[in-house]
């Protein structure tokens, strides 16, 4: 599997790359810690790290043909300047190194130092049956938690009560926590989406949930919007109808060669008919895999083109400030013919 990812890297280089993105390490060679460089050229395959990592990176190495192990124990931009010596020019990771780094750098190799974008990830965008097994698990395990909500919510006091609540459900279903806290969000509290959940009371009436875990590195992002007790008021049913029939529309949009524009726009459209689209204050949605984040990104201005293997979240929300919000997501796989569904908890108000 990192054999084949790696030729495929390779494939779309021009000068050797200098892989500092731990996600993009990740992909790549199967490494999990805190702390470790990738030089990847035609010719080599350079595997960087310090003490702690030598003997994972000599497991990991080990099935990957013509690599190799350097551990570094102080003075990283000399090895790496060593590293670099035979080379005119390399590539760097624009978006994850720092300034000082890369003056560091210049000040110790005759390498011309280039930035980069997006060539690990464009690889990473695509993901392959194991990694969409992983993503399906972890949506799994979102479910599996949210089938326990209206019970949790019964048995704790705040929002961040109810939030662990959800982070325990997870790994009781096999997922690990992800590294961004869930968003639980009760009554006006739901106005804002992306609400820090806090002491604040739950209540018995709007509550908006978004939250994901992972499995194998791979994460899940899931949204639902519910009304605890009694019946909910017939603006809050409206807002919900909107954005239910708004995100029906954005997934039913997606298929092969379909732009993130089209389906930011599908969602739109619903919205703008029921007059609520300048309530809907963020963008469509985006990649899942590695990281919560990815692209492709389903937006107004997006650009980016649909294809088979793409995860994609489709979260259309809708946003009343001091009354509260509806916001609906799930995960959706990119397939040859359409798309496939990954989170199925029922999206209902009463669910």
Not at 4 to 13: P, V
Request: aromatic share 6%; net charge negative.
């Amino acid at each position: 599997m990192y054999t084949d990812r790696i030729s495929r890297l390779r494939q779309r280089l021009e000068d050797p790359l200098l892989v500092t993105h731990l996600p993009n390490i990740r992909y790549l060679t199967g490494f999990t810690g805190s702390n470790a460089l990738l030089l990847v050229a035609q010719d080599r395959f350079v595997f960087i790290t310090d003490g702690r990592y030598a003997e994972l990176g000599e497991r990991l190495l080990a099935g990957i043909p013509g690599s190799e192990l350097v551990v570094y124990r102080s003075g990283l931009e000399d090895v790496l300047a060593e590293q670099l010596a035979d080379y005119g020019r390399a590539g760097l990771e624009a978006t994850d190194v720092r300034w000082s780094f890369v003056h560091a750098m210049k000040t110790r190799v005759d390498t011309g130092l280039t930035p980069t974008k997006g060539i690990v990830e464009g690889l990473r965008q695509i993901k392959d049956e194991g990694e969409v097994e992983s993503l399906a698990a972890a949506a799994q395990a979102g479910d599996a938690a949210f089938a326990r909500v209206r019970a949790m919510a019964s048995e704790v006091a705040t929002e961040e009560e109810l939030g662990w609540g959800l982070i325990d459900a997870m790994r009781h279903a096999g997922g690990r926590q992800a590294g961004w806290p869930p968003i639980v969000a009760s009554g006006a509290n739901a106005a804002l989406p992306h609400h820090l959940a806090a002491d604040g009371g739950i209540g018995g009436g709007l509550l908006l949930l978004d939250y994901g875990c992972t499995v194998n590195g791979y994460h899940s992002d899931m949204s639902r919007t519910i009304w605890l007790q009694g019946e909910p008021g017939e603006e809050i049913s409206r807002m919900h109808a909107a954005v239910l029939q708004s995100q029906r529309a954005g997934i039913e949009s997606i298929r092969p060669g379909v732009t993130g524009h089209e389906v930011d726009e599908a969602c739109r459209r619903v919205l703008r008919d029921f007059g609520y689209e300048d309530r809907f204050l963020h963008s469509t949605g985006h990649g899942v895999g590695l990281e919560i984040h990815e692209a492709p990104r389903l937006a107004r201005k997006s650009d980016d083109v649909l294809a088979a293997g793409h995860v994609v979240t489709v979260e259309p929300g809708v946003y009343v400030p001091g009354f509260g919000g509806v916001r609906i997501e799930d995960m959706i796989l990119v397939t040859d013919s359409g798309y496939r569904v990954l989170t199925q908890s029922d999206k209902g108000l009463d669910a």
